[in-house]
Nanobody
Framework: QVQLVESGGGLVQAGDSLRLSCVVS????????ISWFRQAPGKEREFVAA???????YYADSVKGRFTMSRGDVRNTVYLQMDTLKPEDTAVYYC??????????????????WGQGTQVTVSS
């Protein structure tokens, strides 16, 4: 059974940092894309970052240079370090997994497994 459990969201001010965690069980990282998506009220779910088959990481242009995705040494955990947060980063952040090919990792509709989401709110 595949499970993804996010944590670490909260309310911060613009310019602050947060680190989100996602504990993944039931899959092996080598065969999957593990990704972060976000969805703001009234907007479509959008790609944030991905760890592709436990090798390379990819980022949306809007977060490149501010967000860093990594894999933890303990347990099957991935992190999303978010620095220099902006009000436009406010959203529910989701962790997702899929046997996606590289060209498809930014498409949320192709992902089979999702966490419950964690709210990130950035005040100005």
């Amino acid at each position: 059974q595949v499970q993804l459990v996010e944590s670490g969201g909260g309310l911060v001010q613009a310019g602050d940092s947060l680190r989100l965690s996602c504990v993944v069980s039931g899959i092996t990282f080598n065969g999957y894309a593990i990704s972060w998506f976000r969805q703001a009220p009234g907007k479509e779910r959008e790609f944030v970052a991905a760890l592709f088959r436990n090798a390379n990481t990819y980022y949306a242009d809007s977060v490149k240079g501010r967000f860093t995705m990594s894999r933890g040494d303990v347990r099957n955990t991935v992190y999303l370090q978010m620095d220099t947060l902006k009000p436009e980063d406010t959203a529910v952040y989701y962790c997702a997994a899929d046997r996606a090919i590289l060209s498809s990792i930014r498409n949320p509709s192709l992902y089979d497994f999702w966490g419950q989401g964690t709210q990130v709110t950035v005040s100005s």
